[in-house]
Nanobody, 116 residues
């Protein structure tokens, strides 16, 4: 029932910043933990970050810890990923994800490209 749409990706120089967003429709995400995953060409999807429903807890992959910040605005039914000090290795399609008792929902992803 939920539909997730990622946006905000683009091209950025190494060391730059970008914020991607995930807007949900068709239902509220306010009671569910949310996460971001990413996938580079030829590679498997990898975990990036997650946030609890109340924003009281966050978890980050070691590769992005200290550089990325996940946040959410439940009033807007939206989750964000602020990416700072970007590296070429961060280049990937970034996907928003929510796990619900009856399954999981994914967006179509947004492309982030970091040039050197």
């Amino acid at each position: 029932q939920l539909h997730l749409v990622e946006s905000g990706g683009g091209l950025v120089q190494a060391g730059g910043s970008l914020r991607v967003s995930c807007a949900a429709s068709g239902g509220s995400i306010s009671t569910y933990a949310m996460g971001w995953l990413r996938q580079a060409p030829g590679k498997e999807r990898e975990f990036v970050a997650a946030i609890s429903y109340s924003s009281s807890e966050t978890v980050y992959a070691d590769s992005v810890k200290g550089r990325f910040t996940i946040s959410r605005d439940n009033a807007k039914n939206t989750v964000y990923l602020q990416m700072n000090s970007l590296k070429p290795e961060d280049t990937a399609v970034y996907y928003c994800h929510v796990r619900v008792p009856w399954g999981a929902y994914w967006g179509q992803g947004t492309q982030v490209t970091v040039s050197s």
